[in-house]
């Protein structure tokens, strides 16, 4: 949920290409009534890009004091270089990818977000459904994930095996049918160490936060996504951790059965035998 000290506010030139957002924010004609108003960002729509931009209208020491604007991109992701391709990336051994099989796993990724999990395992292969309930976020990455697929035949195939779907996460998992999706993935949004706190910190992964706050592992919704995954995957699931953080845990599962490790992330892998 956004954080009281963020004030975000939404053109009405943005809610008519997303009807969606309109809620999102306070209704302004434009990006100067935000600024009059005191707004710290404001979703607008860029008319040369065709797409949604975030505006930030203040200066915020997270951020690095900067004002700037952010738009999500799936571009930059490299997919292309020996490493970019290298299954032997974490995320792509949770999963249950292996080198010399053909065979790639259907998944469900519960927490879009940025889209950049989703995207990658889609490079490596995978059709992949991804559930993005905020409506901003939602809208935001469709805009990334329509970008991406023009201009580039790669980057198109890529996408291509991305489906976008706005919705509750345990909702949608109620609703499957069995043995619909080989892995689902999980990355709840875990609160950031106060040492990492600072510019370093990533422009959109910053602007997450003040949309979506986070999630302890105790929490109520986290728990709740976890215990649907195990109740739908028809493989496995995967969760994404800081490397700092527990790991997810219930009844039947004390502790991941394997974790594959990143520089900054884990992987956390809870079989269905």
Known sequence: MQ?????LAVTKGAADHYAMISDVGELVEDQGQAVIKGFDAVVDWDKNDERLIVRFLKMDKKMGGKLGSLQFDLTGIDVKS????????????????????????????????????????AAFGCEVTLIEQHPLVYAMLRDAINKAGQGDEGLAEIVGRMDLRPGNAITTMRELESDAYDVVYLDPMYPEKKRH???????????????????????????GLFEQAIAVANKRVVVKRPNHAPPLINEAHKK????HKGKSFRFDVYPRH
Request: proline share 4%; glycine share 10%.
């Open 197 to 223: 706190v600072s510019a370093r910190t990533k422009k959109s992964i910053w602007f997450l936060r003040q949309l979506l706050g986070h999630d302890e592992a105790d929490s109520d919704n986290t728990v």
């Open 82 to 121: 020996g490493h970019g391709r290298s299954l032997k990336q974490p995320i792509a051994k949770a999963v249950g990818i292996k080198r010399g099989d053909a065979w790639r796993p259907k998944v469900l990724d519960c927490t879009a977000g940025l889209g950049e999990d989703g995207f990658l395992l």
């Open 3 to 7: 954080e009281d000290s963020f004030r």
């Open 256 to 259: 991941p059965e394997a974790s």
